[in-house]
Nanobody, 119 residues
Framework: QVQLVESGGGLVQPGGSLRLSCAAS????????MGWYRQAPGKQRELVAS???????MYADFVKGRFTISRDNAKRMVYLQMNSLKPEDTAAYYC?????????????WGQGTQVTVSS
């Protein structure tokens, strides 16, 4: 009964900021790796950022220096702070979870939250 619920998406102007949130339930949160993917229309889903159970972080090259992923184990929440947004960041953003060292084929996914960057 894994459930991931994203929120915080919306319409912002280029150069603006958004903070996405993911609320997790049904998992032992502290031992799970968490991440954010995004998918634009007609494109493959791509990794944006990840944060491991030990708080190690990784970022896609196209968001380095602009986005920050974080987690709050007490609140069972994962966040993605997005600054200096560009039109090409427009996509549906999905929260994902996977037990540490688990198979990538056994990921759980949220329903997504839409981010649109336009003037």
């Amino acid at each position: 009964q894994v459930q991931l619920v994203e929120s915080g998406g919306g319409l912002v102007q280029p150069g603006g900021s958004l903070r996405l949130s993911c609320a997790a339930s049904g998992i032992m949160f502290r031992i799970y790796d968490m991440g954010w993917y995004r998918q634009a229309p007609g494109k493959q889903r791509e990794l944006v950022a990840s944060i491991s159970s030990s708080n190690s972080t990784m970022y896609a090259d196209f968001v380095k220096g602009r986005f920050t992923i974080s987690r709050d184990n007490a609140k069972r929440m994962v966040y993605l702070q997005m600054n200096s947004l560009k039109p090409e960041d427009t996509a549906a953003y999905y929260c994902t979870s996977r037990v540490h060292n688990g198979s990538p084929r056994l990921r759980s996914w949220g329903q997504g939250t839409q981010v649109t960057v336009s003037s």
